[in-house]
């Protein structure tokens, strides 16, 4: 059973910095290392948005809005996904979701809240 949990959300002011963290208590290294993830945001009144993913070969891609400012990146040996969030900015606002592609199946995780005021 794959369960994906996220922390690091809260409070910022712009210009601030926060970290997420996605990982799944539960999995084996080996697969693990295999994974594909990504971060998702839902920010009030829009449809959930691709933010940022890691593909297993740790090839990276970014939306237009975070490039230079965000960075994925994936610990495989402590078996955890990180979102590095710098220089943020009220848009980035939202709810943030971890998702994992394991085995051609798609996860996701709680969500976690990202504020940051103006």
């Known amino acids: 059973q794959v369960h994906v949990v996220e922390s690091g959300g809260g409070l910022v002011q712009a210009g601030g910095s926060l970290r997420l963290t996605c990982q799944d208590p539960?999995?084996?290294?080996?697969?693990?290392?295999?994974?594909?993830m990504a971060w998702y945001r839902q920010s009030p009144g829009k449809i959930r948005e691709l933010v940022a993913l890691?593909?297993?070969?740790?090839?990276?891609n970014y939306a237009a809005s975070v490039k230079g400012r965000f960075t994925i990146s994936k610990d495989n040996a402590r078996k955890r996904m990180y979102l590095q969030m710098n220089n943020m900015k009220p848009e980035d606002t939202g709810i943030y979701y971890c998702?994992?592609?394991?085995?051609?199946?798609?996860?996701w995780g709680q969500g976690t809240q990202v504020t940051v005021s103006s």
């Open positions: 998702n994992i592609e394991r085995r051609g199946s798609s996860y």
């Open positions: 539960r999995v084996i290294l080996s697969v693990f290392s295999s994974d594909n």
């Open positions: 890691i593909t297993s070969g740790g090839g990276t």
